[in-house]
């Protein structure tokens, strides 16, 4: 069986061991208003989003979803690509992924005004060394989503993409999610830890995702209307839910 948020597991371990990050200052070129992608598939092509409670297996049906339909699995290929674009190193971007550190007033003002679905905004170049680490992480994140899923044939796990991608023809958006017992269950196993832990670790990282989707997309990613498939692995196998996405895919590719 796959590790689900093997990233998040890392963090947790470079936090364990004291590891200090000194603050970096981010390129300007970070927050450069260059138009956004569209982030909508080719013809003939498809895009699949998956949310994920932490400890239901969400990362895992994803990569069999992707080895079964031969689309590319996209999850440490962002941190990847961002670290690499901002020119820092991947344990550091891996740590501000899906998190939120604090942002200035006004800017989380401006964020909480705007349309949260609304991603074609630009900052002005003479604001840009003002903006915040993590805004310029995010920004970057959501472009980096957009080319991907503008390129088509791929499965986006995690990181808004169901909200950035929303509405988009060619785009299926599923959310995997379970009972609280399965996924404690499931943690134990996976990261060798006890019950108490294993709840902690669950709590810890669903407020994490609710205060980042909040932050940046008004939401909490709980609402099913956001999404074509909601499956419950605590009554589906893996292979039930790798099925049941597969046979949406052919459905989903023909939209124009």
Known sequence: MLMEDTLHGNAQKLGAK?????????????????????????????????????GSGGSDIAHLVAKASGLNYVDQKIITEVAERLGVDIEYAAQQDEQTTGISGNILEALRSSNPFNVH????????????????????????????ATQGNAIIVGRGSQFLLHNNPRTLHIHIFAPMEYRIDYVMKQYQVNRANAKEMIEQRDDEQARYLRRYYGVDGQQPNFYHLLINTGLFSFESATNFICQALPIVQAIV
């Open 18 to 54: 004291g590891k200090s990050v000194e603050t970096r200052v981010l390129p300007e070129t970070a927050l450069a208003a260059d138009p956004m992608p569209s982030g909508i598939p080719p013809q003939g092509s498809v895009v699949v989003t998956v949310s994920r409670q932490f």
């Open 121 to 148: 905004y630009m900052y002005p170049a003479a604001k840009a060394q003002s903006q915040s680490q993590e805004l310029a992480y995010f920004h970057l994140t959501q472009r980096v989503i957009l080319e991907l």
